[in-house]
């Protein structure tokens, strides 16, 4: 089956500190990743989709500024949390969509603590 | 309202019972439905597709009823790895919308 993987998979960083976020799409090209937050005992939340040459597309309520989404290659995109805070401490995880079958392909999670 | 809608649990079962999960849906354009599973601190995984003719794959059998929007897992002979939460998934101009998901601990 189709592998995504993601790096770090987990990270603790001061507050004020940025962390960039890895998904990488191993086995298939991805025209379109996706970036999801879960926070303890809820569900996933879609972030933002993230297009390969070009910007991403944020859900209502997440700050483009502070989540910055880079998707240079067909493999490869990152998120960055800028400025982090506690609050921004949650389970990223991103996947990635596989064409023909539109599947999406989830990564393992990072999961990030601001202290 | 939620746009997907589910029991949280947990759902405390012995091994070898049958366990159902229902789940509902807010937007009637829907395109797509599926059941995920995930465990404690892991990414979700696709434990199946859910079809307007239901389908089986298995222990699992998965029914979608879009006229009442309300899509539902049977799992029948529950195993002890079957523990787990159970995510219903529906996807709306290509987007997936988690629920948070049902808790499932199956005891020996």
């Known amino acids: 089956g189709a592998v995504v993987s993601q790096h770090p998979s987990w990270v603790i960083c001061k507050s004020g500190t940025s962390v960039k976020i890895e998904c990488r799409s191993l086995?298939?090209?991805?025209?379109?990743m996706f970036w999801y937050r879960q926070f303890p005992k809820q569900s996933l939340m879609l972030m933002a989709t993230?297009?390969?040459?070009?910007?991403?597309?944020?859900e209502q309520g997440v700050e483009k500024d502070k989540f910055l989404i880079n998707h240079a290659s067909l493999t490869l995109s990152t998120l960055t949390v800028t400025s982090a805070h506690p609050e921004d401490s949650s389970f990223y995880i991103c996947?990635?969509?596989?064409?023909?079958?539109?599947?999406?392909?989830f990564g393992p999670g990072t999961r990030l603590t601001v202290t | 309202r939620k746009e997907v809608e589910q029991d949280p649990g947990p759902f405390n079962v012995p091994e070898g019972a049958t366990v159902a999960f229902n789940c509902t849906y807010s937007n009637s354009a829907s395109q797509s439905f599926f059941w995920y599973r995930q465990d404690c601190r892991k990414e979700p995984k696709l434990l199946m597709s859910v079809y307007s003719s239901g389908n089986e794959d298995g222990r699992f059998t998965a029914q979608l009823n879009r006229a009442s929007q309300y899509i539902s897992l049977l799992i029948r002979d529950s195993k002890l790895s079957d523990s787990a939460t159970y995510l219903c998934?529906?996807?709306?101009?290509?987007?997936?919308?988690f629920g948070t998901g049902t808790r499932l601990q199956v005891f020996p």
């Open positions: 086995d298939f090209q991805a025209t379109t």
């Open positions: 996947s990635a969509e596989r064409e023909g079958p539109d599947e999406q392909y």
């Open positions: 993230s297009n390969e040459g070009s910007k991403a597309t944020y």
């Open positions: 998934v529906v996807e709306n101009t290509d987007k997936l919308i």
